[in-house]
Nanobody
Framework: VQLQASGGGLVQPGGSLRLSCAASGFSLDGYPVGWFRQAPGKGREAVGCISTSPSDGSPYYADAVRGRFTVSRDNSRNTVYLQMNSLKPEDTAVYYC????????????????????WGRGTQVTVSS
């Protein structure tokens, strides 16, 4: 069972990147997936979360990224994406994806959406 974020890199301010969260050993379509980031010297920050169905109002976004970032899922590829547009230097961080193996829904009452299984991160650097 493995979860891996990829697609990071160096991008100029105002640019775009698309991160992928791929699962192996299990199917993501039965679980929610959250995206998080951690900048140097700072704590982990929730970015967004997508449940198994939009019936709960997901995807959800942190205020800092709402309107610029989009979370989507492609169950045929067993992958969840984080499309990041209008990137800013303050978006620089290691980005992680995670899932919640005991529920189909993002938990809005915790600071990590209730996620309990974490993948390896990918570095995103926004700089000119």
């Amino acid at each position: 069972v493995q979860l891996q974020a990829s697609g990071g890199g160096l991008v100029q301010p105002g640019g775009s990147l698309r991160l992928s969260c791929a699962a192996s050993g299990f199917s993501l379509d039965g679980y929610p997936v959250g995206w998080f980031r951690q900048a140097p010297g700072k704590g982990r920050e929730a970015v967004g979360c997508i449940s198994t169905s939009p019936s709960d109002g997901s995807p959800y976004y942190a205020d800092a990224v709402r309107g610029r970032f989009t979370v989507s899922r492609d169950n045929s590829r067993n992958t969840v994406y984080l499309q990041m547009n209008s990137l800013k230097p303050e978006d620089t961080a290691v980005y992680y994806c995670a899932t919640r193996l005991k529920s189909a829904w993002c938990d809005l009452y915790t600071d990590n959406y209730g996620m309990d299984y974490w993948g390896r991160g990918t570095q995103v650097t926004v700089s000119s």
